[in-house]
């Protein structure tokens, strides 16, 4: 089970992740209480080790600009939320950064994963960080294969009956391992991930 955890924006946070076991983190980018400027992203990411992919996450920016501050910031993958053309898919990936594709899932959506060039497909909640649930049964005959994260919403007492439900290849989580909007709490981390790997 692949597990990211989002929205951190400490050097404490990033530790607490690894020493959790996560295998990828995220760092918001864009307009969000979690949000990191870019400078502070620099520095995050270089707290990662290189067995863990820090995700650069972006909603409502444009897409030169999701570019350069993903180069800026050095981050190892580009997760881009919301309704992004596939354009903006090709103008982000030209740099050779791998990109993960987040979307509320609807009967419009395309659950192939890589249909946009994307490395990962995330279903969320539309509601990106909000901690909403969504209706898993959704998945019914729209359920994807391969790399794709399940979020919206989880947290250490639901990741096992939501991985159950939905299959998901990866869980994704922001804030279900909080403390307060914003403030991850470290051993909310620790305890999701391992809920996750035992489910
Ligand atoms: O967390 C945010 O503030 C955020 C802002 C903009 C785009 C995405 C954001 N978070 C993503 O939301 C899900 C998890 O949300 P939650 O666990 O329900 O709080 C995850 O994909 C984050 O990357």
Known sequence: MYVKLCGLRTPADVAAAVDAGADAVGFVLSASVRQVDVDTARRLVREVPSHVL?????SGVVAADVRRLAEESGVGAVQLHGDYPRAAFDEVGASGVPLVRAVALT?????RVGAFGEEMLLLDSP????????DL???????????????????????????????????????????????????????????????
């Open 54 to 58: 820090a995700i650069g996450v972006f």
């Open 107 to 111: 009967a419009d959506t395309d659950v």
């Open 127 to 134: 509601q990106a960080g909000s901690g909403h649930r969504w």
């Open 137 to 199: 049964a959704a998945l019914d005959g729209a359920r994807p294969e391969g790399r794709w994260l399940l979020a919206g919403g989880l947290g250490v007492a639901n990741v096992a009956e939501a991985v159950a439900q939905a299959r998901p290849w990866g869980v994704d989580v922001s804030s279900g391992i909080e403390a307060s909007r914003g403030v991850k709490d470290h051993g909310l981390m620790r305890e999701f991930v391992a809920a996750a790997r035992a489910a």
